[in-house]
């Protein structure tokens, strides 16, 4: 019957039917909070039951490093890492706790974001804070859009005709959430997200890095704690760059603030380049990275120092490289399969 996949994002939610690397039936929601319980309900009820059921979870912590099968216990215990990814792990956990509701005696899989990351080197995971801190908290490196990554990695890898083991790459996953990832032979190195999806380039409405300093000024008496949050949360990012003009990245082609993501975007990508021996390709995902060629360009033409030049075409119908033919590192586009690396990944834990 295949695999139904659950991909909550942080402002929206996808789900998809997936037999083998076949994608079928789907609901897309772009506003995941009006009637989200009713319409999953509506679209298991009217389909077969399926062999199992992958939920895509952006941060487990330390308690979900792998793709798992979901019992009682492992249920409560995921209420414990909620706070650590707000916009993203409450709604996943509301629809996890209905679909077990729906779906009874099918398995469900998590399976994290972060897995893609959990072997970083020790260099690349830890933070420079307080080894009391870091050991009782877990404090570390975790990293995101893993299952984004993982799939783009290993499509790249065909397109380059190589196997992925022997390739070394820098993937930029830009969407309404954005960060970048070094993969050296198939495993990540390096990636711009750390403890939360906070962190790194900024995003639609999510700030990325901002000096800590400047965020202990502003709770000095400045701004309360709520505040602070909604304004990191909800209100920075290109949001926040374009005086709230938007947070779409369409709606503001010539707008200084598409220039500040462009540039953050270019240094994390030279920055992931030194975890690597040599760059053999850069590759864009995510809705932004697949469907913007203004984006793509400015990124591009920023990195001549790694050898990398501007893409020579603007988006295709399909997979594959936007770089000129002789280009020494090719630039590649790969549409994000999202459900397919999460039928892969439950499949593999349940082997069905």
Same mark, same amino acid.
Request: hydrophobic share 40%; net charge negative; with cysteine.
């Given at each position: 019957?295949g695999?139904?996949?659950?991909?909550? !994002?942080?402002?929206?939610?996808?789900? *998809?039917?997936?037999?083998?690397?076949? =994608? !079928?039936?789907?609901?897309?929601l772009?506003?995941?909070?009006?009637?989200?319980?009713?319409?999953?309900?509506?679209?298991?009820? #009217?389909?077969?039951?399926?062999? $199992?059921?992958a939920?895509?979870?952006?941060? !487990?912590?330390?308690?979900?490093?792998?793709?798992?099968?979901?019992?009682?216990?492992?249920? @409560?215990?995921?209420?414990?890492? =909620?706070?650590?990814?707000?916009?993203?792990?409450?709604?996943?956990?509301?629809l996890?706790?209905?679909?077990?509701?729906?779906?009874?005696?099918? +398995?469900?899989?998590?399976?994290?974001?972060?897995?893609?990351? @959990?072997?970083?080197?020790?260099?690349? =995971?830890?933070?420079?804070?307080?080894? /009391?801190?870091? /050991?009782?908290?877990?404090?570390?490196?975790?990293?995101?859009?893993?299952?984004?990554?993982?799939?783009?990695?290993?499509?790249? $890898?065909?397109?380059?005709?190589?196997?992925? #083991?022997?390739?070394?790459?820098?993937?930029a996953?830009?969407?309404?959430?954005?960060?970048?990832?070094?993969?050296?032979?198939?495993?990540?190195?390096?990636?711009?997200? !750390?403890?939360?999806?906070?962190?790194?380039?900024p995003?639609?409405?999510?700030?990325?890095?901002?000096? +800590?300093?400047?965020?202990?000024?502003?709770?000095?008496?400045?701004?309360?704690?709520? /505040?602070?949050?909604?304004?990191?949360?909800?209100?920075?990012?290109?949001?926040?760059?374009?005086?709230?003009?938007?947070?779409?990245?369409?709606?503001?082609?010539?707008?200084?603030?598409?220039?500040?993501?462009?540039?953050?975007?270019?240094? /994390? %990508?030279?920055?992931?380049?030194?975890?690597?021996?040599?760059?053999?390709?850069?590759?864009?995902? #995510? &809705?932004?990275?697949?469907?913007?060629?203004?984006?793509r360009? $400015? %990124?591009?033409?920023?990195?001549?120092?790694?050898? *990398?030049?501007?893409?020579?075409?603007?988006n295709?119908?399909?997979?594959?490289?936007?770089?000129?033919? &002789?280009?020494?590192?090719?630039?590649?586009?790969?549409?994000?399969?999202?459900?397919?690396?999460?039928?892969?990944?439950?499949?593999?834990?349940?082997?069905?």
């Amino acid at each position: 019957m295949g695999i139904l996949t659950v991909n909550a !994002g942080s402002s929206s939610l996808h789900l *998809v039917m997936v037999d083998g690397d076949r =994608a !079928g039936d789907r609901c897309d929601l772009s506003d995941p909070s009006e009637g989200a319980t009713d319409i999953v309900r509506e679209f298991v009820r #009217g389909r077969p039951v399926p062999d $199992a059921v992958a939920h895509r979870l952006v941060h !487990g912590g330390e308690l979900v490093r792998r793709p798992m099968i979901v019992d009682d216990r492992l249920r @409560a215990g995921l209420d414990e890492v =909620a706070a650590l990814a707000p916009l993203h792990v409450p709604p996943a956990l509301a629809l996890l706790d209905t679909l077990r509701e729906l779906l009874p005696a099918v +398995p469900h899989v998590v399976c994290p974001d972060t897995a893609f990351h @959990a072997d970083l080197p020790a260099h690349a =995971a830890t933070f420079p804070l307080p080894a /009391e801190w870091r /050991e009782r908290w877990g404090l570390r490196r975790y990293g995101f859009h893993g299952l984004s990554y993982a799939y783009a990695a290993e499509r790249a $890898a065909d397109l380059l005709g190589h196997p992925v #083991g022997e390739l070394q790459m820098v993937l930029a996953h830009l969407g309404g959430g954005a960060s970048v990832c070094a993969v050296r032979n198939g495993r990540s190195v390096d990636t711009s997200m !750390g403890f939360t999806p906070l962190d790194g380039v900024p995003m639609s409405r999510r700030s990325g890095a901002v000096d +800590p300093g400047l965020l202990l000024w502003l709770l000095d008496g400045r701004l309360t704690r709520e /505040e602070l949050t909604d304004g990191l949360y909800q209100r920075s990012g290109l949001l926040g760059l374009s005086g709230g003009r938007s947070g779409d990245t369409r709606e503001l082609v010539g707008d200084p603030a598409l220039d500040v993501f462009t540039h953050r975007v270019r240094r /994390e %990508i030279a920055a992931a380049a030194t975890s690597l021996d040599r760059l053999d390709a850069v590759v864009f995902t #995510g &809705e932004i990275g697949w469907d913007q060629p203004e984006v793509r360009q $400015a %990124i591009c033409a920023g990195l001549g120092l790694l050898g *990398v030049c501007p893409p020579v075409t603007g988006n295709r119908g399909s997979d594959g490289p936007i770089s000129a033919a &002789e280009a020494k590192i090719a630039v590649l586009v790969v549409e994000p399969r999202e459900e397919l690396q999460l039928a892969r990944e439950a499949g593999a834990v349940t082997g069905r």
